[in-house]
């Protein structure tokens, strides 16, 4: 299931909700817990199994470590290690099986099985890494185990943030698990917030994702510079209304639940900086890999060379966490590169320009990273890259890419305003801060608008829960 | 105030989300839809196999779309926001002059045998591939052969469009280049476009195929092409009968621009319909035209009683005259009861999934025609897999 289907909208949902709200405060996390598996096993029944193998493993040796961290801390260590493989190695055969095999298979005398049944289990990269989150932050003491077997799977598995984040830290919301209150005032603002967000993600991610759909097809049959820079443009357009859209639904959810999850983006495409970019963009996971690798990796107190060294490792990990494909494996070390050039000398450098040139300088290298993200087939990428040059392809542009070009402007320019903080700061204005009723009735449209498009279309999967 | 405004927020959020799902399990479903010509997806029944499979969870997915109260008007609401945001289309629809509507999305096969969809290039190298289809059949059928490709209604009504036409142009260039020069080739896109922006009527408004007079005009090219021009039957030869006012076709169904009006369709009879005996796969039907289908959404199948494999028109008292075999597609209904004015016909429809019939050689052979003509549209010289394979 995803949030914007017409089925989690008007049979989950309310379903979930009412179920929530007339059971007893003890039956809270078990009603979650259970509609969490329900929304798991909707789309997929098989791996069910091993996400709950995932938790009860993590659950048992969050015990353990528990109860070893006092007497004696190295065991504990130890167990803690423990269920960091395991859960990890999970992660790792689920992801990364055929990637390895395909790419062994070319060295010769060395062949692993195929296994065709293998498929990727929706989701594991998020909560095998809230998994881990959890196991590291009960053994550094910054949280208890949680001796309620509901209420650690309720964390796990709650089910606007199972599939794509955002990713929670156990820490975050241990309060919450187990005391939490429910108010009109959050619901409101957890529907504003879910509302906007399916918004964001019908009405233009999905319209972007089909723009760009077109001059991808289009660039295989008549390439032009236009066409390349669309493809490009659209493509980092609509991952950021995609990805960012369900986080909103994401966070919206859980506040209309009484939880509170951690921002995940804030305005990423307003950075001047790749640093600050990294800042903006998917928040939850940068912070993930500084908590759990980049720190524990000794982070940037032992000296220049080690601090480079364990940002090649963070970054190598981030790229491939986004996929088991070496574009992925490439644009990781590709943001690398970058920002250990910031670090060096050009973020100082951008501090003292005037800020355009920190806009575009951004933007540019954003857009040529997504560029790498978005093409799985090296052949296909890089004549896409050279086509942005105005090389291999039919000139600047054709009849037909200006014709597409020029119809899609308006969206174009409605996404790329609606990326920056003005939109909210002008309806702030034009209303004084007494906008209750009328957000409410623009929410109201804009989740009829939502509705038509989704009728229209059927049903449209999300783009990121395939990471 | 503040909480007021809170209450109110989360009620209307409450109302919309409830009060959806409470309609969507009170009312009926339907299993047909009219507007889209399309049978709906009812309550799938439920699996473990299905559950495992994923099957069940995207039928439920289907069936809630489908069965979505007021369906018919959130889509319209959908196609109408489109046009107002400027982008003068909707799922791949363009909208023109006076509610003409053209599709300009296609699916299209690569010679690599990998398809794009929705997309208005073409693969040259496919487009070559197939053409080579036609000319290897031509060398081996022993009788004449002639091939008309129908335009798509954005090549023929471009006129009515700010759409650029040089993908079109070029195409049919492609074609034309590739065919070889001993191949009979009527080209009645030129033509058509030249009535279409006269202002007649050849090409449908809201449907992609042409108009009883479009067949018409196509027809005439197809005598002369035989060297029959003196046999042309004139346009007042004709009784011209209107026999729908409110036919909405496919492209108005994809389009959900609901505020387009209907099209009509004309009948042009001879008279002497009577005298003719038409048989579909294998079994008499009412003749050239099947009234019935006036009454329902897809108007078009009245022509020869829509989709079959094999249709057959002979004189009705058994008098022999020459064989026609048509090797054919939909456009291939309303011109066929023009040329069965002088040929006794044999239709095969070239897109059939039940049958291949690209072995056009021996067919001809064996039901002994005296000619063949290929109609066939350029939308399935780019996308459909047929033509490179005829013999």
New interface residues.
């Given amino acids: 299931v995803v949030f914007s289907s017409l089925i989690f909208l008007f049979a989950y949902l309310p379903l979930t909700l009412l179920c929530y709200y007339i059971v007893p405060k003890a039956w809270k996390n078990a009603v979650l817990f259970l509609f969490s598996l329900l929304f798991y096993a909707w789309g997929e029944p098989i791996y069910l199994f091993l996400m709950i193998a995932s938790i009860t493993c993590a659950y048992l040796f969050g015990l353990l470590i528990e109860r070893y961290k006092k007497t004696d801390r190295k065991k504990a260590g130890r167990v803690m290690i423990a269920s960091v493989t395991l859960t990890l190695s999970f992660l790792i055969f689920f992801k990364y099986y055929h990637f390895v095999a395909d790419n062994l298979s070319l060295l010769p005398g060395i062949g692993l099985p195929k296994l065709a049944w293998l498929t990727l289990p929706i989701g594991i990269s998020f909560y095998t890494f809230q998994i881990i989150s959890y196991t590291v932050d009960v053994y550094r003491d910054e949280c208890a185990a949680q001796k309620n077997y509901v209420a650690f799977g309720t964390y796990v598995t709650l089910f606007p943030q199972l599939i794509a984040g955002p990713i929670v830290r156990y820490s975050d919301v241990d309060r919450d698990l187990c005391d939490r209150r429910e108010t009109v005032m959050l619901f409101s603002e957890g529907a504003v917030r879910f509302t906007c967000g399916l918004a964001k993600k019908v009405l233009l991610g999905d319209m972007l994702a089909a723009g760009y759909e077109y001059y991808k097809g289009l660039s295989l049959f008549a390439p032009t510079a236009l066409g390349a820079w669309m493809t490009v443009i659209l493509f980092s357009l609509h991952l950021y209304y995609d990805f960012s859209g369900y986080s909103d639904m994401a966070i919206g959810l859980g506040k209309m639940f009484g939880f509170r999850f951690p921002e995940n983006f804030n305005y990423p495409y307003i950075s001047r900086s790749i640093t600050e970019f990294w800042r903006r963009w998917h928040i939850t996971l940068s912070t993930w890999f500084r908590e759990y690798v980049y720190v524990p990796l000794g982070g940037n107190r032992r000296g220049k060379g080690r601090q480079y060294f364990n940002l090649a490792v963070v970054w190598l990990l981030t790229g491939l966490w986004h996929g088991a494909s070496w574009n992925f494996l490439l644009w990781g070390i590709y943001y690398c590169v970058l920002l250990i050039v910031e670090k060096a000398f050009l973020f100082r450098l951008l501090k003292r320009m005037p800020a355009f040139v920190g806009h575009f300088y951004t933007l540019f290298l954003v857009v040529i990273g997504f560029l790498i993200f978005s093409y799985t087939d090296f052949t296909q990428g890089i004549n896409c890259f050279e086509a942005l040059f105005g090389i291999g392809c039919q000139g600047f542009s054709h009849a037909t890419a200006t014709y597409q070009f020029l119809r899609l402007l308006p969206l174009v320019c409605i996404a790329a305003v609606g990326a920056t903080p003005l939109p909210k700061r002008c309806f702030a204005r034009l209303t004084k801060g007494n906008h209750g009723i009328l957000l409410s009735i623009f929410c109201g449209i804009a989740i009829l608008l939502s509705v038509a498009y989704l009728v229209d279309s059927t049903y449209s999967p999300f783009a990121y829960t395939q990471f | 105030?503040?909480?007021?405004?809170?209450?109110?927020?989360?009620s209307?959020?409450?109302t919309?989300?409830?009060g959806?799902?409470f309609l969507?399990f009170a009312l009926p479903d339907h299993s047909f839809s009219e507007q889209e010509n399309r049978s709906l997806r009812t309550l799938p029944r439920f699996g473990m196999e299905k559950?495992?499979s994923?099957e069940y969870?995207e039928q439920?997915?289907?069936y809630?779309?489908?069965q979505?109260p007021a369906?018919d008007w959130?889509?319209g609401?959908?196609?109408t926001?489109e046009i107002l945001?400027?982008?003068?289309?909707n799922?791949g629809i363009l909208l023109g002059k006076n509610g003409q509507l053209a599709q300009r999305?296609f699916d299209?096969r690569?010679s690599d045998g990998g398809v794009?969809?929705?997309?208005?290039?073409?693969?040259?190298e496919a487009v070559k591939i197939a053409v080579e289809g036609i000319n290897r059949a031509n060398k081996a059928l022993d009788v004449p052969f002639s091939v008309l490709l129908t335009g798509r209604t954005i090549d023929v009504t471009a006129s009515s469009f700010?759409?650029?036409a040089?993908?079109g142009e070029e195409l049919r260039a492609i074609v034309k280049d590739a065919l070889n020069p001993d191949v009979s080739y009527i080209d009645t896109i030129p033509l058509l476009a030249k009535k279409h922006s006269a202002g007649e009527s050849v090409y449908y408004q809201t449907d992609h195929h042409w108009t009883t007079r479009g067949a018409y005009y196509a027809y005439c090219e197809v005598m002369r092409s035989f060297g029959m021009g003196d046999a042309i039957l004139p346009e007042d030869a004709f009784d011209r009968k209107t026999v729908s006012q409110a036919f909405y076709g496919t492209a108005w169904s994809a389009g959900?621009m609901k505020f387009v009006s209907p099209d009509t369709i004309e009948f042009w009879l001879k008279g002497n319909e009577d005298s003719f005996l038409v048989t579909a796969d294998g079994k008499a039907i009412d003749g050239f035209y099947s009234y019935g289908y006036l009454d329902q959404k897809d108007q078009y199948s009245a022509f020869l009683d829509g989709t079959h494999d094999v249709v057959t028109v002979t004189k009705a008292d058994g008098m022999p005259r020459p064989k026609l075999l048509m090797l054919k597609d939909s456009f291939a209904n309303s011109l066929a009861p023009f040329l069965a004015q002088h040929f006794d016909l044999v239709l095969l429809n070239l897109s059939s999934v039940r049958t291949d019939y690209t072995n056009v050689s021996e067919y001809a052979a064996s039901i002994q025609a005296d000619r063949v003509l290929l109609v066939y549209t350029l939308e399935n010289v780019i996308g459909a897999t047929k033509l490179q394979k005829l013999r």
């Fill in positions: 105030m503040k909480q007021n405004a809170n209450r109110f927020t989360a209307l959020f409450v919309l989300i409830f959806f799902s969507f559950l495992i994923g969870s439920i997915n289907d809630f779309a489908d979505f369906r959130f889509v609401i959908k196609g926001m945001l400027g982008k003068g289309e799922n999305l299209v690569r794009i969809t929705d997309t208005d290039g073409f693969d040259r700010a759409y650029p040089a993908f959900g």
